[in-house]
């Protein structure tokens, strides 16, 4: 299975982006859940939004209102569009997901947001 994560870029606070990840390969529809972390310089790499096979989402706190994690099954393809970014959103976004429950990682995608 292989990720192609794009989206990322330099945007002004309270500006918005879209991020979209294609999974590709040994797939066969059995795609369990997708999602995306983040991971700021010195800090620790976490969640910030996941979608189930079935449409259920979960959001970390700090983004609740503000992002939004989407899927298009046909595309095999999960996006994160984001609004109000603020400073301390700035990071390396990476997709993940679960093929038959094995986990696979995107190649991550910077996001930066100047005040």
């Known amino acids: 299975v292989q990720l192609q994560a794009s989206g990322g870029g330099v945007v002004e606070a309270g500006g918005s982006l879209r991020l979209s990840c294609a999974a590709s390969?040994?797939?066969?529809?059995?795609?369990?859940?997708m999602g995306w972390h983040r991971e700021a310089p010195g800090k620790q790499r976490e969640l910030v939004a996941v979608i189930t096979n079935g449409g259920s989402t979960n959001y970390a706190d700090s983004v609740k209102g503000r992002f939004a994690i989407s899927k298009d099954n046909n595309k095999n393809t999960v996006y994160l569009h984001m609004s109000g970014l603020k400073p301390e959103d700035t990071a390396v976004y990476y997709c993940?997901?679960?093929?038959?429950?094995?986990?696979?990682w995107g190649q991550g995608t910077q996001v930066t947001v100047s005040s």
């Open positions: 390969g040994d797939i066969h529809g059995s795609i369990n859940l």
């Open positions: 993940r997901v679960l093929v038959n429950l094995a986990g696979y």
